[in-house]
C-alpha cells in the first residue's frame, strides 16, 4: 500500500482541541454525502458542530452551517450527540439517531443516567426532517420510552460510531445501545468503580408509512465487573450473511 495523497480535512481550532469529521452518503445512489465536524476537549463535550453537503462523493462542499449543540433548559442544561446517518437501502430513507439529555451536572460521563435518545428521518438527504421524536415504545413517554428505563434512573447512550444503525434481512433496523445499570438499593450504580458500567442491548425498528419508526427494545446483556471493568460498553451488531 502507497500513500498516493494528504489532504487535510478539518482543521482542529487550536491546542488541546480534538477535531473530528465523518462523512457518509446519505442517498442509497448518487454523489450525495454529508458530513459533519465536531470539536471536544479533555471534558469530553461536544463543542461545537457544523455541517456541509456535497453532491459530487466529496470533492467539493458546501460552506459549513453551525448547528446548535446545548441550551439552558429548566433542570439543566439540554445537550445534543448527532451521530453519523445511515440510509436504508430499502426505503432510500436517512436514519439519524440522536443522543438527548437535560443534564443537571453538565458532564457527560456524571450524567449517563439522564441521557435519552431521539430518531430523524430525513427524504432530502439530510436538510430537513420529516420525523424528529424521541425514541420510545407505543403507549409509552419520552422520559420512560420502554419498561425499565427511566429518565434519571436508567439512561440510554451511544457511545461512538461503531453503535451504527443496520437493517436485517426481515426488514428490522437494529441499533445497538447501552443502558446504565441500577445496584441493590434500586439506585444508579458503578460497581466496578471504573469510569462507567454499562449493560449493552439493541432497539429494534420497524418502519411504518408515515416514515415513523415502532421501536421495541431487546433483553439486555450484562457482564461481571470482576471480567470487565465497564460492562459492555459501546456494542457493535452484526448480521450473519
Not at 6 to 33: D, E, N, W
Not at 61 to 74: D, F, I, N, Y
Not at 174 to 189: E, K, Q, R, S, W
Amino acid at each position: 500500500m502507497r500513500l498516493k495523497e494528504r489532504t487535510l480535512f478539518y482543521r482542529t481550532p487550536g491546542r488541546g482541541v480534538l477535531a473530528r469529521s465523518h462523512s457518509y452518503y446519505t442517498r442509497r445512489r448518487g454523489g450525495q454525502k454529508l458530513r459533519m465536524d465536531t470539536t471536544t476537549t479533555c471534558d469530553d463535550n461536544i463543542h461545537s458542530l457544523q455541517r456541509a453537503f456535497s453532491s459530487d462523493h466529496g470533492l467539493t462542499w458546501s460552506e459549513p452551517e453551525q448547528l446548535k449543540v446545548k441550551e439552558p433548559a429548566p433542570g439543566g442544561t439540554r445537550r445534543w450527540h448527532v451521530y453519523p446517518g445511515f440510509v436504508d437501502p430499502q426505503t432510500d430513507r436517512l436514519l439519524t439517531m440522536v443522543m438527548e439529555g437535560v443534564l443537571p451536572i453538565d458532564d457527560p460521563i456524571e450524567a449517563f443516567r439522564w441521557w435519552t435518545l431521539r430518531y430523524r428521518v430525513s427524504l432530502d438527504g439530510g436538510r430537513t426532517a420529516v420525523v424528529d421524536e424521541p425514541v420510545r415504545q407505543e403507549g409509552h413517554t419520552a422520559e420512560q420510552p420502554f419498561e425499565g428505563v427511566l429518565s434519571g434512573e436508567v439512561g440510554m447512550i451511544i457511545g461512538d460510531i461503531t453503535q451504527t444503525p443496520i437493517r436485517a434481512r426481515g426488514g428490522a433496523i437494529l441499533v445497538p445501545i447501552n443502558l446504565t445499570v441500577l445496584g441493590p438499593d434500586g439506585c444508579y450504580a458503578n460497581p466496578s468503580g471504573s469510569i462507567c458500567f454499562l449493560d449493552a442491548a439493541v432497539l429494534i425498528g420497524r418502519w411504518r408509512q408515515d416514515c415513523r419508526i415502532r421501536w421495541e427494545l431487546s433483553d439486555r446483556v450484562s457482564n461481571d465487573p470482576r471480567r470487565s471493568s465497564r460492562g459492555c460498553l459501546e456494542p457493535l451488531s452484526l448480521i450473519h450473511i
